[in-house]
């Protein structure tokens, strides 16, 4: 199968992550993929670290006349390389696409929506999604079910793919663990809690730090240690560090910035956390804790519920709710057992392969 994934993210995030590692997949898999990125970008160096040739076009313009060109530009492209399937993960160009398929009808038309930002429901993207996109890939069941009832987009062009982890990078690796585990001065007696993550507001680093901050200081928790596997990004790591230091735990907590093996930082974690405010539309960070036999707690936002037990789940941005859950996690070692064994039924189907097949499937029905 010939397909075109159009991945125009600034960013290297998680709707970035998507959709390379879907080119990626079915590349290795022997489809013939191209990918299109914006250059310059994070992306971009992505995709050439992975083996890629990105192409580039003025997708994000707003330019009259750089749109025109890109037209121009992508007909060719479409005559020359007659792809089966194009999807865009990104909204940006997505009516060049449109007008392509409507002009063309050569390809089939897929529109991945991974954003936190539920769509607008307006003219334009109820024609563009349910007239013209021959399918809908929503990576959560809320954004499917917005889809939906809200733009009336039918239920037969729309699918829920959450993504998957590599299962072959992402492993429990115990030597790994205990190497990591020394280098930050944590032994057997600590219970390490970790977020694994960019720096920023909606991660919900600060929270997490207040609710160490009080299992540490008012409930005497003195085996907790703090691990911030990440690096800064919208939120400085200056700032951080600042929190660390209003809530006194500069001698239990560590910022590990970026890592050579992610997998043996990951396996050094007694307890993962995911405290994002809003987003994780993509759960990029918890399969891979997942994947990496890490019992994991979670806010109930995005697609967290989709595959997280609701035992396992508590309000986001509430310290307290925070406070409470990872006590639980660190005392009650049938509820740490439990919530664990569910999570490894869940990841168990969502490996790359599933990922793969799951989109193929979609792809094959086109």
């Avoid at 663990?177 to 507001?201: I, Q, T």
């Avoid at 990951?266 to 960070?285: F, H, N, P, Q, V």
Wanted: aromatic share 10%; with cysteine.
């Amino acid at each position: 199968m010939k397909t075109i994934q159009i991945i125009n993210v600034r960013w290297f995030n998680a709707t970035a992550w998507y959709g390379l590692y879907l080119a990626r997949l079915l590349r290795d898999a022997g489809h013939e993929t191209l990918v299109i990125t914006e250059p310059g970008t994070e992306a971009d160096d992505k995709a050439k670290e992975w083996g890629f040739t990105p192409l580039h076009f003025d997708l994000n313009s707003s330019n009259p006349l750089k749109l025109l060109r890109a037209y121009t530009q992508l007909h060719k492209l479409i005559t020359d390389f007659t792809p089966d399937i194009v999807n865009c993960h990104r909204g940006e160009g997505f009516i060049l696409w449109g007008l392509l398929r409507k002009c063309l009808g050569s390809f089939k038309l897929v529109r991945t929506r991974g954003d936190q930002r539920l769509p607008k429901n307006n003219f334009p993207n109820r024609w563009l999604h349910t007239n013209v996109a021959d399918a809908v890939i929503a990576t959560n069941s809320v954004m499917a079910t917005h889809f939906i009832s809200k733009l009336n987009v039918p239920e037969y062009k729309v699918s829920t793919i959450f993504g998957g982890v590599d299962t072959e990078k992402f492993v429990f690796n115990s030597a790994g663990r205990a190497e990591f585990r020394e280098k930050l001065g944590y032994d057997d007696s600590h219970f390490v809690v970790s977020m694994l993550g960019r720096f920023d507001e909606v991660k919900g680093q600060k929270e997490l730090i207040e609710a160490v901050g009080k299992l540490y200081h008012e409930k005497g928790m003195k085996q907790l240690r703090l691990m911030l596997l990440g690096f800064e990004t919208a939120t400085t790591q200056a700032e951080v560090e600042s929190w660390i230091a209003a809530n006194n735990l500069q001698d239990i907590a560590c910022i590990t910035g970026k890592v050579p093996d992610v997998s043996a930082a990951i396996s050094a974690m007694d307890l993962g956390i995911i405290a994002s405010k809003w987003s994780e539309t993509i759960a990029r960070a918890a399969f891979e804790i997942m994947a990496c036999k890490r019992p994991l707690i979670s806010t109930g936002v995005g697609v967290m519920p989709d595959f997280m037990d609701e035992d396992a789940m508590f309000e986001a941005g509430n310290v307290d709710a925070l406070v409470n859950t990872i006590e639980r996690a660190a005392k009650d070692e049938v509820y740490l057992q439990r919530i664990f064994d569910l999570q490894q039924k869940e990841i168990a189907e969502l490996s790359g392969q599933h990922f793969l097949e799951n989109t193929l499937d979609l792809y094959s029905r086109l």
